[in-house]
């Protein structure tokens, strides 16, 4: 059974940074690609930065220049390094494996809050 614990989020305000945690249990980690979601109030949940069991990266359009994912095989963790942050990226923010299908599990979020 895969668990995803999320930590790091907190309130900043607008220009700071936040470094977000994602420990991961269950699965072999090292061969999983793992991606960030978010879910901002009244929205739907949006994959914002991925990366693969080597080391390739994505970002949506949104992350690209101020989001860093990255991992670490030997603490089954991925990050989030969020700089330059703006009011609209206020949401829960979540971990997975992926690709995500019906029977993803999903942590329990960790809430970034920007203020302006």
């Known amino acids: 059974q895969v668990q995803l614990v999320e930590s790091g989020g907190g309130l900043v305000q607008a220009g700071g940074s936040l470094r977000l945690s994602c420990v991961v249990s269950?699965?072999?980690?090292?061969?999983?690609?793992m991606g960030w979601y978010r879910q901002g109030p009244g929205k739907q949940r949006e994959l914002v930065a991925a990366i693969t069991s080597s080391y390739r990266e994505n970002y949506a359009d949104s992350a690209k220049g101020r989001f860093t994912i990255s991992r670490d095989n030997a603490k089954n963790t991925v990050y989030l390094q969020m700089n330059s942050l703006k009011p609209e990226d206020t949401a829960v923010y979540y971990c997975?494996?992926?690709?995500?299908?019906?029977?993803?599990?999903w942590g329990q979020g960790t809430q970034v809050t920007v203020s302006s």
């Open positions: 997975a494996t992926l690709p995500i299908s019906i029977a993803t599990s």
């Open positions: 269950g699965i072999i980690f090292r061969i999983n690609a």
